[in-house]
């Protein structure tokens, strides 16, 4: 636990039980599922290696106009593998991340979900003195901390979408180097699609092929709900299939504890979407996600990647998501980094996600500076399956 002292604009909480809830009602950002405080507290009591903190800016009458998540981590570089291989190299060469021991991260954001879920900003606010405060009171937090600040090697702040970056370039004035990373791809379902058939026929030929012969395949696996009454028999299966898909992952901030799942179920009932994959009476996969406002986020998925291809069950579960979505009339589905271009396939676009990096060693950071020059999404080739919609890349 990290004690710091409050300043005039900044009042700081090692646990989210220590925010009082008029701070809360005042910041009005409990409707968003990544700010309420049940979401906070399940992440924060599963994950015990993490340390967190969280930051409220204050205005001059003491009232709440901010939130901020922060996580200390130590981020390995042998999780670093595949396309970004080389850039850990390049970092190695240039003395950005040490030799042997891994980097002490400091982030701001959350760390298991790709989007702007880190901060929260209240209505009619300054935002760039707002990002401005933020950097400031970062800064207080660590310097604050004579054990921290020799500890903490780096400084992140994550994701923040395009038409966001007007706002968050004043972290540049604090030294941080703007990167772009993988991009969230994004599915904006139209509002004629009343069904799945609707979805499928909208589709070009060659599209609408690939999904019957996907549903062909996967025809004889079962969907099932996990529920409060099955989760505790289920978990230690979907916590298998889950490993097996983190330890393919290019790049990882940290493994998600699936107990957390518990708490999610209970607190938020069917806007917390849980289900598993089976053939016969052996369980192939499961999706994970929540309903937060308009927008159906898909979460973490455990796939036995031996029977995948077979049964195309990731391909199933991306119109999975689908049916959800317009089942429950929601206008948007984010489906997160990774697997883009099967993503694009069913009809989801790139939104391209920028982090603020900054080392805490002055000469380092500018060296990396010229290292993250050299970082770059993934490159895959987009696919428009539709017919009628004019959807091109963000840039």
């Known amino acids: 636990m990290i004690c710091c002292s409050n300043t005039n604009t900044a009042l700081f909480f090692s646990t989210i039980d220590k925010i009082p809830s008029q701070i809360w009602e005042d910041l009005d950002c409990t409707d968003n599922f990544y700010f309420n405080p049940d979401f906070l507290k399940s992440i924060e009591k599963n994950h015990p290696e993490i340390t967190f903190s969280y930051i409220v800016l204050v205005d001059k009458m003491n ?34 991340f040490p030799d042997k021991k891994p980097l002490q991260l400091l982030i701001c954001g959350n760390t298991f979900v790709s989007g702007e879920h880190g901060v929260f900003i209240k209505k009619n606010q300054d935002k760039k003195a707002i990002v401005k405060e933020l950097a400031e009171s ?125 708490d999610l179920k209970e607190k938020f009932k069917d806007n917390y979407i849980l289900k598993t994959y089976w053939l016969e009476d052996k ?74 990096l900054r080392h805490k060693k002055s000469i380092t950071n500018k060296i990396l500076k010229l290292f993250l020059q050299r970082v770059e999404p993934t490159p895959f080739q987009q696919k428009f399956p539709f017919k009628n919609l004019d959807i091109k890349n963000e840039k």
């Open 63 to 96: 009232k709440p106009t901010a939130f901020a998540s922060l996580k200390m981590i130590e981020f390995h570089l042998n999780t670093i593998k595949n396309d970004f291989e080389f850039l850990k190299n390049i970092g190695r060469k240039l003395r950005v």
């Open 283 to 356: 369980i192939v996969g499961f999706i994970s996600g929540v309903i937060n406002q308009n927008s159906l986020d898909a979460h973490f998925v455990g796939i036995n990647y031996q029977l995948n291809r077979e049964y195309a069950i990731y391909q199933r579960m991306l119109y999975e998501y689908i049916k959800i979505a317009i089942d429950k009339n929601l206008k948007i589905i984010n489906f997160g980094r990774t697997a883009s271009e099967i993503k694009s396939s069913v009809g989801a676009i790139p939104q391209n996600l920028t982090m603020y």
């Open 138 to 262: 970062i800064n207080h937090f660590i310097n604050s901390d004579k054990k921290l600040k020799k500890q903490i090697d780096a400084f992140l702040i994550k994701d923040f979408a395009k038409e966001s970056l007007f706002i968050t370039d004043e972290l540049k004035d604090f030294k941080y180097h703007p990167f772009l990373v993988e991009p969230n791809m994004q599915l904006q379902l139209q509002e004629n699609w009343h069904n799945l058939n609707d979805y499928l026929a909208a589709m070009k030929t060659k599209f609408r092929v690939k999904a019957k012969k996907a549903f062909k395949q996967s025809n004889s696996i079962k969907i099932e709900d996990v529920t409060l009454e099955n989760i505790e028999q289920m978990l230690p299966k979907m916590t298998a299939l889950y490993e097996k898909v983190a330890s393919n992952a290019d790049f990882n901030l940290g493994n998600f504890n699936l107990e957390s799942y518990k």
